[in-house]
């Protein structure tokens, strides 16, 4: 992954605070917050192995529902008052 910088030079005769405006301004335009706050969220795409294993178990648990749906074993679960 590369890493993005924003570098910016201080002149003598300017200020830090207008440094600072002028490093934030850069920053903004760049778009690096916006790109890495997407990131933070961001999940991995799973392995071959990982996504086969979990088919198999949802294909596993599917089967047992069902199993247990025609034996009439199913616990119902209640219904929260005032749920629409």
Excluded: C, H, W
């Amino acid at each position: 992954m590369a890493t993005s910088y924003v570098n910016i030079v201080k002149g003598s005769t300017e200020t830090t605070a207008s440094a600072l405006r002028r490093f934030t301004k850069r920053v903004q335009e760049s778009g690096i917050i916006p790109k890495k706050r997407g990131q933070r969220y961001a999940e991995r795409v799973l392995s071959p192995l990982k996504q086969k294993r979990a088919k198999l178990l949802k294909l596993d648990r599917a089967k047992t529902y069902e199993r247990l749906k025609k034996l009439g074993k199913l616990v119902q679960k209640k219904k929260r008052v005032g749920a629409k």
